[in-house]
């Protein structure tokens, strides 16, 4: 016998089906494709996108840990079959690298599994490709439709056959309060949604479409996250990754949740401990305290877990909201470890992970809100560069994208439709990355190549990926200006007004784009976001690369010793580089240098 897998559809999708924050273990059906005794997780499907260089099948045997399973992989072009054979472990897993063999090509396949004690194969088909992992919060979540006013109209490269090569896999947004083996299926007997969280509304007429590998075309894309679609398109239009060359996308987040739902329990090892009630157990199995009502792990649990392994070239996240009131120091022990335990769990070394920085937010907000919103941009900051985990991140900058006039969801909702921009910005940084990624199966992405990632063609055709970066700032010693120097634009910088700005770049105006602090008595210097900061004029030199700014009032208590940038909820005016228009990131404490 033969079981193929077929599309898990609901006939009347249940309008009270919400996947819970409480992360109650609920009842989890398996409809995987299954021997009896082998089984394999739903995103080994029809249509399914391996990776190039790093393709793995893994499953589990159910019945018998000494299993012994055969993978059989034929390749059409040209006809080639390869036979891969493994025993189950004790804990009935079982997993072949089947990547070397199979070369580096966009190759159609079809894989046929047995096991030894059974007559019965799963069979699917697949093809190799480059694989990226989407996850997050509701920035990540926001649909092409929900997107397609701003930019490219979404469905005009659809309807073209221009991305005919893109597949897209969204995972069924479902959680447990115990690490799964397969993705979930049915929750109460009735078909979980994976667009619940769909903006701008729920859809329940989409979710035929979970976890199914499906091409993208108008009526497909439509629900899908948009930021991580468009980083896709704007790799291919690059000349990153050729266009000939399959993409697959794995979408799986959800809408207002927070880190600690998506991380495995070691991410909590050696951070502080958050004040908050209830019972979570970290990585060493010590108590850890919390209040909310979403349980630590949860998520990945149940819609990160079962595919940890597949292969794939890098992650793609956006979250950042529903930690804002974390201090810096939770914020960013907890986001770096979390990534370094997505990399060790995945196996497959420092993969890049590219993170969104925090965009704007409601003007509306408390007085202690826009310290949060800085505290916040200034930890997801703290993955780019050297650190202690050496994790491999990259950071989008997103604070100039606002939306604010005709945002039909609201005038200070936080979810920019601007995702093509940010796709654009995801794309040049990813290709930078695994341009000098640690990773070893990883190729320089610099131009096409019919197999794929290109080879490398020297260092004058780097990837002009970044921002401007502040390089210096330097007190004046005669009027009290500071000048900053900035790095990292190769053909100097431009000032200009962010989306929506009402202020813009009027230097000429005491305004929050630039703002200095110094020492204040009675002022609690340890905690830099509380600071008392004072506004700036300011002005700027292309060719030179430089800002100058003036402090509106002089600190009559000593010189100014630390400026920030963009640290307001809507920054009005941005820095950017003159070459590739991406604009320097937020930063909240950059020393000032007295005048030698």
Same mark, same amino acid.
């Given at each position: ?81 390869? %036979? ?5 472990? &004790?804990?009935?897993?079982? +997993? !072949? #690298?089947? /990547? @070397?063999?199979? *070369? ?26 480059? %694989? ?5 919060? &509701?920035?990540?979540?926001? +649909? !092409? #439709?929900? /997107? @397609?006013?701003? *930019? ?445």
């Amino acid at each position: 016998a033969t079981s193929r897998y077929s599309q898990s559809r609901s006939k009347d999708l249940h309008q009270s089906v919400m996947v819970s924050l409480f992360c109650a273990a609920t009842v989890l059906v398996m409809a995987s494709g299954a021997t009896g005794l082998v089984m394999v997780p739903q995103i080994f499907r029809d249509g399914v996108v391996l990776q190039m260089g790093a393709a793995r099948i893994f499953g589990f045997a159910s019945g018998n840990p000494a299993e012994i399973v055969s993978v059989n992989v034929t390749t059409t072009h040209p006809p080639t079959a390869h %036979v891969y054979t493994v025993t189950a472990g &004790s804990d009935g897993k079982w +997993s !072949v #690298e089947v /990547a @070397s063999s199979l *070369g580096d090509t966009s190759t159609p396949l079809h894989i046929s599994i047995t096991g030894s004690m059974s007559d019965d194969s799963i069979e699917f088909d697949g093809i190799l490709g480059e %694989v990226l992992m989407c996850s997050g919060q &509701s920035n990540m979540v926001l +649909s !092409v #439709e929900g /997107a @397609s006013c701003c *930019g490219l109209n979404a469905s005009e490269p659809l309807q073209n056959n221009v991305y005919e090569n893109i597949r897209l896999f969204s995972v069924i947004m479902h959680n447990e309060s115990h690490p799964q083996r397969d993705l979930p299926t049915f929750i109460n007997g009735t078909a979980s949604p994976c667009y619940w969280g769909h903006i701008p509304g729920p859809r329940p007429q989409d979710n035929h479409k979970c976890q199914t590998w499906q091409t993208a075309q108008p009526g497909v894309t439509d629900a899908f996250s948009a930021e991580c679609f468009y980083t896709a398109t704007e790799l291919i239009k690059s000349g990153a990754i050729a266009a000939n060359v399959t993409v697959g996308l794995v979408f799986t987040a959800y809408s207002g949740t927070s880190m600690e739902v998506w991380s495995p329990p070691e991410t909590f090892d050696g951070c502080p401990v958050k004040p908050w009630t209830g019972t979570q157990r970290n990585g060493s199995g010590h108590s850890l305290q919390w209040a909310a009502p979403s349980q630590p792990s949860c998520l990945w649990n149940s819609m990160v877990n079962p595919i940890v392994g597949f292969g794939m070239r890098a992650v793609l996240w956006n979250q950042g909201e529903t930690n804002m009131g974390d201090s810096f120091e939770y914020f960013s022990c907890i986001f770096q470890n979390m990534i370094a335990a997505w990399q060790d769990r995945w196996g497959m070394g420092k993969f890049p992970f590219v993170a969104t920085q925090l965009g704007d937010q409601n003007a509306g907000a408390t007085s202690a809100f826009p310290a949060y919103v800085n505290s916040c941009r200034d930890a997801q900051l703290s993955i780019v560069g050297s650190n202690d985990r050496t994790i491999n991140g990259g950071l989008v900058s997103a604070y100039d994208q606002g939306d604010r006039v005709l945002n039909p969801f609201g005038t200070n909702d936080v979810h920019s439709r601007y995702k093509q921009e940010l796709g654009r910005r995801a794309a040049l940084l990813l290709a930078a990355m695994l341009q000098s990624s640690p990773v070893s199966t990883v190729r320089p992405v610099v131009a096409k190549s019919a197999s794929g990632l290109a080879p490398a063609i020297g260092a004058a055709a780097k990837v002009d990926w970044s921002g401007p970066t502040p390089t210096s700032a330097t007190l004046s010693s005669t009027d009290g200006s500071i000048t900053l120097k900035w790095g990292g634009a190769t053909a100097g910088i431009f000032v200009n007004g962010t989306r929506d700005c009402w202020e813009c770049c009027d230097g000429t105006k005491a305004l929050d784009v630039f703002q200095v602090a110094g020492a204040y008595p009675g002022v609690n210097q340890s905690n830099r976001y509380h600071q008392l900061w004072t506004n700036t004029t300011f002005s700027w030199s292309i060719p030179s690369a430089t800002v100058t700014i003036k402090p509106v009032t002089p600190n009559k208590w000593g010189s100014y010793v630390v400026v920030r940038y963009a640290a307001s909820l809507w920054p009005q005016c941005a820095v950017y580089s003159s070459t590739n228009r991406v604009p320097a990131f937020s930063f909240g404490n950059f020393n000032i240098s007295k005048p030698v």
